[in-house]
T-cell receptor, first 115, second 118 residues
C-alpha cells in the first residue's frame, strides 16, 4: 500500500521569509514523488517531481523539494516567499513498481503568505 | 496544447435530476482520472481509465455515479439521480503511462466543474 501525509493543514509565513511545506510518504518499494499547487477556483498544477538521482529537485516558481529516503520525506521549500504563493499545496506519491496504481494525494496544506 | 478541457464549468441543478460532466484529455495521453473535491473530504479519486478501459472504480461513491470513456478523446461522469451531498468540484485529469510497469509521468488537471445540487 502507498500513502502520503501532510501533517500541517495550514502554514503561515511572512513575505520574504523561507517557507517549508512538509510531506512524508509510505511505499513498499521506491517512490515517485510529486508536488502540486492549487490556486483558488483552479485545477491542480504540477510543480515538481522526484524520479531518481539528485535528492534536491527544482521546479516551477522557484520551488524546490528534497527527497530524504531515511526520513521518508519530500518537503517543499522556497527561499523567499511571495504573497502570490498563497495557495493549497498537495504532495503525491506512487510506488515505482505498483503497476496500474495512480498517484495517491495527501490532504493538502494551505499556505498563507502575509505581506 | 489546450490542456484538459472540462464542461460545463458550473452546473446548478435540482435534486433528482441527471447530471453529465464532460472531459477531453490531452491528446496522446492514455490515462484519465475523475476526482471530486470538497472541503470536508478533500480530493477523492473516483475512477480511472487506461486506454479507455476502466481500471478501478472503487472510489465511485454509489451506483448513482457512472463513468464512460467511449474513445481516447472523451469521457463522461454521470450522476443519476443527483443529491445535494453530491455538490462538489469535479476534476478530470490525464497523463501518459500507467500501462503496466512504472510511470513517473505527472497528471494534468482540468479546471474543474463546480456542481451545486439544490
Amino acid at each position: 500500500a502507498q500513502s502520503v501525509a501532510q501533517p500541517e493543514d495550514q502554514v503561515n509565513v511572512a513575505e520574504g521569509n523561507p517557507l517549508t511545506v512538509k510531506c512524508t510518504y509510505s511505499v513498499s518499494g521506491n517512490p515517485y514523488l510529486f508536488w502540486y499547487v492549487q490556486y483558488p477556483n483552479r485545477g491542480l498544477q504540477f510543480l515538481l517531481k522526484y524520479i531518481t538521482g539528485d535528492n534536491l529537485v527544482k521546479g516551477s516558481y522557484g520551488f524546490e523539494a528534497e527527497f530524504n529516503k531515511s526520513q521518508t520525506s519530500f518537503h517543499l521549500k522556497k527561499p523567499s516567499a511571495l504573497v502570490s504563493d498563497s495557495a493549497l499545496y498537495f504532495c503525491a506519491v506512487r510506488d515505482r513498481w505498483s503497476g496500474n496504481t495512480p498517484l495517491v494525494f495527501g490532504k493538502g496544506t494551505r499556505l498563507s503568505v502575509i505581506a | 496544447d489546450a490542456g484538459v478541457i472540462q464542461s460545463p464549468r458550473h452546473e446548478v441543478t435540482e435534486m433528482g435530476q441527471e447530471v453529465t460532466l464532460r472531459c477531453k484529455p490531452i491528446s496522446g495521453h492514455n490515462s484519465l482520472f475523475w476526482y471530486r473535491q470538497t472541503m470536508m473530504r478533500g480530493l477523492e479519486l473516483l475512477i480511472y481509465f487506461n486506454n479507455n478501459v476502466p481500471i478501478d472504480d472503487s472510489g465511485m461513491p454509489e451506483d448513482r455515479f457512472s463513468a464512460k470513456m467511449p474513445n481516447a478523446s472523451f469521457s463522461t461522469l454521470k450522476i443519476q439521480p443527483s443529491e445535494p451531498r453530491d455538490s462538489a468540484v469535479y476534476f478530470c485529469a490525464s497523463s501518459q503511462g500507467l500501462a503496466g510497469g512504472a510511470s513517473y509521468n505527472e497528471q494534468f488537471f482540468g479546471p474543474g466543474t463546480r456542481l451545486t445540487v439544490l
